[in-house]
């Protein structure tokens, strides 16, 4: 897990790199495979099983605690969806509650999280509070699509989901107080968004 600060002028957006496979516990293999909603796993709400482990998140509460204009947090699996039974926070309900607190406590409006690990693209949303949301980005799969059908509308989600060929781009207009978050083809004849959203922020 590492930190980096990348400044633009006056602005300053922190990247939170986590890891989250080293430390973390076995999931719990589902009761029904392949049923809608518990394909693989089923949600764990066991006390001591863990994503990021003791160490992790107290370095991880040290850097929410930065004063920055934009955190983007870095998960290998994702976060915000919750109707899915594949790899996801999900699945340990309570390290995810602990992660929404934490954002949600250090009043920070811009939090987008990138993932992947899915071999499908999609953009979610969730609201913590009054003035503070969460975007996520799923970019996946580069080079290795799902070879078969894929139906799947997130309570999250934003728009539709991508299961071709996709790379995410995060594109900020401090001028225009616009943050994109889009999913791109790699085919070069392909030059509109397959997916995107565009976020207003004071700055």
């Keep these: 897990y590492k930190e980096y600060i990348l400044n633009y002028k006056d602005k300053y957006i922190q990247i939170i790199i986590l890891d989250t496979r080293f430390f973390k516990s076995d999931f719990k293999i589902t009761n ?6 518990k394909e693989r796993y089923i949600p764990d709400f ?3 099983k863990t994503i990021l482990g003791d160490k992790q998140w107290e370095w991880f509460e040290e850097q929410l605690k930065k004063k920055v204009d934009l955190r983007i947090i870095v998960s290998s699996f994702q976060v915000l969806p919750k109707d899915h039974g594949w790899e996801k ?3 340990f309900p309570l390290e995810q509650r602990r992660l929404y607190s934490l954002i949600n406590n250090n009043n920070h409006p811009y939090t987008i999280i990138v993932s992947g690990d899915r071999h499908v693209g999609a953009l979610y949303k969730k609201e913590l509070s009054k003035n503070i949301n969460i975007y996520e980005l799923t970019s996946s799969s580069l080079n290795k699509p799902l070879k078969f059908k894929v139906e799947e509308n997130d309570s999250m989600q934003l728009g539709g ?11 900020i207009d401090w001028a225009k107080s616009i943050i994109s978050l889009e999913l791109k083809s790699p085919n070069s004849t ?3 968004s397959l997916l995107s959203e565009d976020i207003l922020f004071n700055n």
């Design 32 to 37: 029904k495979i392949n049923a809608k909603g």
């Design 46 to 48: 066991t006390e001591n």
């Design 89 to 91: 926070w999900g699945n």
């Design 161 to 171: 989901l991508v299961v071709s060929e996709n790379f995410g781009l995060i594109s």
């Design 190 to 192: 392909e030059k509109n």
